[in-house]
């Protein structure tokens, strides 16, 4: 622990009988170890550190070292015990039962028990909640009653046996349950804290963390600055003291500040950057596979897209993703002729019925597709794009404006907005016709993706839905054989790429400047980096 103790140094020199007084404050004693601390950049606000309602990859970054789930990740990627020690599960695979660590301590000395998360997955089911992620745990008994209003949150298929033993009960087998468990979205509030402050105790000040650190403040669009949970189970091996996890929104300006020390790792590169990055710092440069696609989404509420697959179609075979991804992004993203990335274990992603054709080809259909939806020289298609700020969202979403206009004749308006805006926007389907996101895999499952274009599901922000589809994905999840079960989600994915209510456009791959002081970094698939894995070398030991 470090001292609060200064020691304060006076110096008196006296000049023709005057006497000057220095008074240098804040210096550590000669005795007083000084305070590792870690600096990572992010490119957008968390909008949350409400575990159950923050959903953006910021919020999940710094959620990862204030909280912890039954579960967590290794440095490389790995399944590991988190606030559970150990578990077991039934025969019929339906019920899991946890052991929760005698040690799991908040961050002000209170015990982390089996209700607690009862609280929290209750929570994060309840239609009040309104939580973005609850469709994660659709699987466990009851869950998709609560949130269809048909029972409360009491009824949900999870129950503290005592302190130390949760048992969650499913509906039917699901085979990536252990990784869900690992989310965010499942880590546990504290009820006394909940009770007291409402929607209020995940604000600095008063909310508690079970996880290596706390948040000590958060200055929105700077800073949030984390410091150690001292009642964490593990931190003994805990090796840094401090985090601040700045919001830098631009990455060329997130670059400077790694080239001035202000920054040990940065949350991306820009693409300008990339090739003198690779010469210049080779050994600082991590660029790995990533479970991650991005993509724009229609808005299917509202006409011109509506009940329009051949038009949305003409708009995704016009966008030329191989000179995308070379000229535009070029950190050696993949194009995407899928929706589910490939290198997800147990799959083969099922490919739009174009992906082998030439650009022209597609064009000269996308042009024959537009005028059958009546738009043309005489009829311009006209829209908005919307997109949050950042460098590469604009380079991306002027490319694909020329590319539209140049293949199509298509008049695109780009509306830039803020990352909570654009999501509120998104939401709200009233201003929103085409627009940016993203998807995360939360676990290496293809369920992680396909499970998002559900009917009903809160990340479905297209407002996709299909029959068809939803009976696929039913049933995929009845099946206990691994095969049956891929061959229902492939079938799936092929049904939805065909409405076409998504545009795929590539898919990630991680990357980071990370300074050579950094010692234990891991390139994961999930690129989850916990802070409590690392460690700071002195800044005289970088070559």
């Keep these: 622990m470090i001292s609060k103790k200064r020691a304060f140094v006076y110096v008196v020199i006296l000049v023709a009988s005057a006497a000057v007084v220095w008074q240098y404050s804040d210096m550590p004693a000669p005795d007083e170890p000084t305070a590792s601390v870690l600096h990572r950049g992010l490119l957008t606000d968390p909008e949350s550190m409400d575990p159950q309602k923050a959903r953006s990859t910021q919020a999940g970054e710094v959620l990862r070292d204030i909280g912890e789930g039954l579960l967590r990740y290794s440095a490389t990627g790995e399944l590991a015990p988190g606030v559970a020690e150990s578990w077991t599960v039934s025969d019929d695979l339906l019920t899991y039962t946890f052991t929760i660590r005698d040690n799991a301590r908040w961050s002000n000395g209170d015990a982390v028990t089996?209700?607690?998360?009862?609280?929290?997955?209750?929570?994060?089911?309840?239609?009040?909640?309104?939580?973005?992620?609850?469709?994660?745990?659709?699987?466990?008994?009851?869950?998709?009653?609560?949130?269809?209003?048909?029972?409360?949150?009491?009824?949900?298929?999870?129950?503290?046996?005592?302190?130390?033993?949760?048992?969650?009960?499913?509906?039917?087998?699901?085979?990536?349950?252990?990784?869900?468990?690992?989310?965010?979205?499942?880590?546990?509030?504290?009820?006394?804290?909940?009770?007291?402050?409402?929607?209020?105790?995940?604000?600095?000040?008063?909310?508690?963390?079970?996880?290596?650190?706390?948040?000590?403040?958060?200055?929105?669009?700077?800073?949030?600055?984390?410091?150690?949970?001292?009642?964490?189970?593990?931190?003994?091996?805990?090796?840094?003291?401090?985090?601040?996890?700045?919001?830098?929104?631009?990455?060329?300006?997130?670059?400077?500040?790694?080239?001035?020390?202000?920054?040990?790792?940065t949350d991306s590169v820009p693409p300008d950057s990339f090739a003198m990055l690779r010469e210049e710092r080779p050994d600082e440069l991590h660029v790995a596979p990533y479970l991650g696609v991005y993509y724009y989404g229609f808005n299917l509420t509202k006409p011109p897209f509506k009940d329009n697959p051949g038009l949305r179609k003409a708009l995704s075979m016009a966008i030329d993703r191989d000179k995308l991804v070379e000229k535009v992004t070029g950190r050696g993203e993949a194009a995407a002729y899928s929706w589910v990335p490939p290198g997800v274990d147990n799959y083969e992603p099922r490919q739009l019925n174009y992906a082998g054709q030439t650009q022209a080809e597609r064009e000269a259909q996308a042009r024959r597709l537009l005028a059958e939806a009546g738009y043309?020289?005489?009829?311009?298609?006209?829209?908005?794009?919307?997109?949050?700020?950042?460098?590469?969202?604009?380079?991306?979403?002027?490319?694909?404006?020329?590319?539209?206009?140049?293949?199509?004749?298509?008049?695109?308006?780009?509306?830039?907005?803020?990352?909570?805006?654009?999501?509120?926007?998104?939401?709200?389907?009233?201003?929103?016709?085409?627009?940016?996101?993203?998807?995360?895999?939360?676990?290496?499952?293809?369920?992680?993706?396909?499970?998002?274009?559900?009917?009903?599901?809160?990340?479905?922000?297209?407002?996709?839905?299909?029959?068809?589809?939803?009976?696929?994905?039913?049933?995929?999840?009845?099946?206990?054989?691994?095969?049956?079960?891929?061959?229902?989600?492939?079938?799936?994915?092929?049904?939805?790429?065909?409405?076409?209510?998504?545009?795929?456009?590539?898919?990630?791959v991680s990357k980071h400047l990370v300074s050579l002081l950094v010692v234990g970094w891991e390139d994961n698939v999930l690129d989850y980096h916990y802070s409590q894995h690392l460690s700071l070398a002195p800044a005289d030991a970088a070559p």
């Design 114 to 265: 089996a209700e607690h998360f009862v609280v929290s997955l209750r929570r994060l089911v309840d239609p009040a909640t309104a939580a973005f992620y609850s469709f994660m745990i659709t699987d466990v008994k009851n869950a998709s009653a609560i949130l269809d209003g048909e029972l409360p949150p009491a009824e949900l298929g999870v129950e503290a046996v005592d302190d130390r033993t949760l048992v969650i009960t499913l509906e039917q087998p699901t085979p990536y349950l252990l990784s869900l468990l690992t989310a965010p979205s499942m880590f546990p509030v504290h009820p006394p804290s909940l009770e007291q402050h409402g929607d209020a105790f995940a604000r600095a000040g008063n909310l508690l963390s079970n996880g290596a650190y706390k948040l000590d403040s958060w200055e929105p669009g700077s800073v949030l600055a984390l410091s150690r949970n001292e009642y964490y189970w593990n931190n003994a091996g805990t090796a840094i003291d401090e985090v601040r996890h700045h919001v830098v929104t631009q990455e060329m300006t997130q670059l400077n500040r790694y080239r001035a020390g202000e920054l040990h790792i």
């Design 376 to 508: 043309g020289p005489d009829n311009p298609l006209q829209f908005e794009l919307r997109y949050n700020t950042s460098d590469t969202q604009e380079r991306i979403a002027v490319a694909i404006q020329a590319m539209w206009l140049e293949a199509l004749g298509v008049e695109v308006t780009l509306v830039n907005e803020e990352f909570q805006v654009l999501l509120a926007n998104i939401a709200a389907g009233e201003v929103t016709q085409v627009f940016f996101s993203s998807w995360i895999g939360d676990y290496n499952d293809a369920h992680t993706f396909l499970s998002l274009m559900e009917s009903g599901n809160s990340s479905n922000m297209p407002r996709y839905s299909s029959d068809e589809y939803d009976s696929l994905m039913k049933q995929a999840a009845g099946q206990v054989d691994p095969k049956y079960r891929r061959g229902y989600l492939e079938e799936a994915e092929r049904v939805m790429l065909t409405d076409h209510p998504v545009i795929p456009i590539y898919f990630y």
